[in-house]
């Protein structure tokens, strides 16, 4: 280039200190810019501008201080993103596959298509600007998995809340209505509600087998002269073994639909039969599984 008096036109010297300072020229602009942006939006959409702003003004930090030494460290990262790559590479959990290899992955693939960007300072800039917007994708990610989750326990929790509060209800109509009824017996179900029970599937093979009077204890027998009392049933529909208060035992229970249940309490009761409206009485955990074992006569 043609020298006036020594010394470089006007025009040169422009041309020289662009090329030369240009890079830290367009970072401090994006930095202005992105500041004005985010300052704009302070009050309403502050952190929607932090999040799309934030890490190209953190890359943009970088050309602009032109700092040989954080050029170098920032730069030097590929390494490790490369090893992390390798040692998570198989791995089959969860924190391997959903934060690990993004990770590591991301970080190396940034790396590794910014490496033919010339400039040392604005490459540098670059990966450290599309490596904060990968963490705040995988941040924001995980923030969705967890609200996710939460939503899905407070439903469960919520659906628990209202089973609990339907059962109690029903225990409460049953009690208010007075379903005394009964369980199980030592062979087969016995007496369910009260009046007269016959054993048997069909009305050719039944027998008397018991009663439950209008107080709610429960006689085995055919007739009156061989009965003897094996229980009770309370007005609450809890089934009780024992001739006296003093040798009771619960040992189940029947609900207001007819449902009868082994066991001593919520914990470890089963299902074992049902009894339906016309006093018909079902053996079984379920209806696809139910037998007819006797009936009631309400009468």
Same mark, same amino acid.
């Not at 529909?237 to 207001?256: A, S």
């Given at each position: 280039?043609?020298?006036?008096?020594?010394?470089?036109?006007?025009?040169?010297?422009?041309?020289?200190?662009?090329?030369?300072?240009?890079?830290?020229?367009?970072?401090? #602009? =994006?930095?202005?810019?992105? !500041? $004005?942006? $985010? %300052?704009?939006?302070?009050?309403? @959409?502050?952190?929607?501008?932090?999040?799309?702003?934030?890490?190209?003004?953190?890359?943009?930090?970088?050309?602009?201080?032109?700092?040989?030494? #954080?050029?170098?460290?920032?730069?030097?990262?590929?390494?490790?993103?490369?090893? !992390?790559?390798?040692?998570?590479?198989?791995?089959?959990?969860? #924190?391997?596959?959903?934060?690990?290899?993004?990770?590591?992955? %991301?970080?190396? *693939?940034?790396?590794? $298509?910014?490496?033919?960007?010339?400039?040392? @300072?604005?490459?540098?800039?670059?990966?450290?600007?599309?490596?904060?917007?990968? #963490?705040? $994708?995988?941040?924001?990610?995980?923030?969705?998995?967890?609200?996710?989750?939460? =939503?899905?326990?407070?439903?469960?929790?919520?659906?628990?809340? /209202?089973?609990?509060?339907?059962?109690?209800?029903?225990?409460?109509?049953?009690?208010?209505?007075?379903?005394?009824?009964?369980?199980?017996?030592?062979?087969? =179900?016995? =007496?369910?509600?009260? %009046?007269?029970?016959?054993?048997?599937?069909?009305?050719?093979?039944?027998?008397?087998?018991?009663?439950?009077?209008?107080?709610?204890? /429960?006689?085995? !027998?055919?007739?009156?002269?061989?009965?003897?009392? /094996?229980?009770?049933?309370?007005?609450?529909?809890?089934?009780?073994?024992?001739?006296?208060?003093?040798?009771?035992?619960?040992?189940?229970?029947?609900?207001?639909? *007819?449902?009868?249940?082994?066991?001593?309490?919520?914990?470890?009761?089963?299902?074992?039969?049902?009894?339906?409206?016309? %006093?018909?009485?079902?053996?079984?955990?379920?209806?696809?599984?139910?037998?007819?074992?006797?009936?009631?006569?309400?009468?």
């Amino acid at each position: 280039m043609s020298r006036i008096n020594g010394q470089l036109p006007a025009e040169g010297r422009v041309r020289g200190f662009l090329r030369e300072h240009g890079v830290r020229l367009v970072a401090g #602009l =994006v930095l202005l810019v992105g !500041g $004005i942006f $985010i %300052g704009l939006g302070a009050h309403s @959409h502050l952190f929607l501008w932090l999040v799309l702003l934030g890490p190209l003004l953190v890359g943009a930090c970088v050309p602009l201080l032109s700092m040989r030494s #954080l050029t170098d460290r920032i730069n030097g990262w590929g390494g490790f993103f490369s090893a !992390g790559v390798d040692k998570v590479r198989g791995r089959e959990t969860k #924190l391997a596959q959903y934060i690990q290899r993004p990770f590591y992955g %991301g970080g190396s *693939g940034i790396w590794r $298509i910014s490496e033919p960007v010339p400039s040392q @300072h604005l490459k540098a800039g670059l990966r450290l600007a599309a490596f904060a917007y990968l #963490l705040a $994708i995988m941040g924001f990610a995980l923030y969705v998995a967890v609200y996710v989750m939460l =939503v899905i326990v407070a439903i469960f929790l919520v659906l628990l809340v /209202i089973f609990w509060v339907a059962s109690n209800g029903e225990e409460e109509k049953s009690a208010t209505t007075g379903h005394s009824q009964l369980r199980e017996r030592d062979p087969d =179900v016995m =007496v369910p509600v009260k %009046g007269a029970f016959y054993r048997g599937t069909n009305w050719f093979n039944e027998e008397l087998a018991g009663r439950v009077d209008a107080e709610g204890n /429960i006689y085995k !027998g055919t007739n009156w002269l061989n009965e003897e009392k /094996i229980g009770r049933v309370d007005a609450d529909g809890n089934v009780y073994r024992g001739t006296n208060c003093l040798t009771e035992e619960k040992v189940g229970r029947i609900d207001g639909d *007819g449902r009868l249940y082994k066991g001593s309490n919520w914990f470890t009761e089963e299902r074992v039969g049902r009894v339906e409206e016309d %006093g018909t009485v079902q053996k079984g955990t379920h209806w696809l599984d139910e037998e007819k074992v006797g009936r009631v006569d309400k009468d």
